[in-house]
Structure formats: structure tokens, C-alpha cells
């Protein structure tokens, strides 16, 4: 199980927004849950307008890329750039910060550390994976 901290949260920050930099967007849009934290931030980095729904021309951001149920939503919207803290794949045509192992459970910043162990069962379970 791997913890991960606000700075840890700051580095992928800073490394989208590095990978961001020369790019003009509409505006970012951040999945919930875990996708709200990077989109709130990445539109004050880049001063850009926080958006209720992904839309033309947006960067869309997760925290994690595990199945690709929530990201594929956006595949086909026109212009958009995806970025994820991780991929528990290789990018095709999503961009991650890192990529891990599947097996890797990642506990958040903004997650409840003691409620990890009990999340990972959880997600298991409704996999099939227990």
C-alpha cells in the first residue's frame, strides 16, 4: 500500500502543468472524486476556468487510471487532453505523471489513511478479485 502526500500531490501538479505549459485549453475538468483535487488546483496554476463537465478543447484530469470505465467517457470529445497522477496501464492515448503496478493500492492525500485497508477489500470484492 502506498501513502502519497500533498507533496507528492504538489509534483504531479507541477509536473502537468510543466507538460501543460505551452497548451491553450477551455478549461480543466476533474472527475470526482479523486479528480476534483487536481482540477481545482491545475485552474489556478493555469489560470483557467474550472469546469462543471468536460467540453471541447478541456483538460480532463483523475487521480488514478485503473480500468479506463471513467476516462473513456471523454475518448472522443474533440480536442481534449487527458492526464492521470497514474496509470495502472501504459498511457495509449491518456497521459499519466507515473505509471505503477495494478496490484499497487494508492492512498490519497485527501483520503482517509485509516480507511485504506477496508477500501481495498472493497474494490476487490466489487472486482471479483477476494
Known sequence: MRKLSWDDFD???????????????????????????????????????????????????????????????????SGVTAFVWFSKVEPIWWNAVEVCDASEWLVFPWENPVLAEQDRESFQLRRGKL
Do not use: M, W
Not at 35 to 60: K, Y
Not at 61 to 72: C, P, Q, R
Open 11 to 77: 509534483s504531479s501538479l507541477n509536473q502537468i502543468t510543466y507538460d501543460c505549459r505551452y497548451k491553450k485549453f477551455s478549461g480543466v475538468y476533474g472527475f470526482p472524486r479523486g479528480g476534483l483535487c487536481l482540477s481545482v488546483a491545475i485552474s489556478h496554476l493555469l489560470t483557467i476556468p474550472f469546469l462543471r463537465e468536460p467540453i471541447p478543447n478541456s483538460l480532463v484530469v483523475d487521480d488514478v487510471y485503473e480500468t479506463g470505465l471513467t476516462l473513456n467517457k471523454i475518448k472522443r470529445l
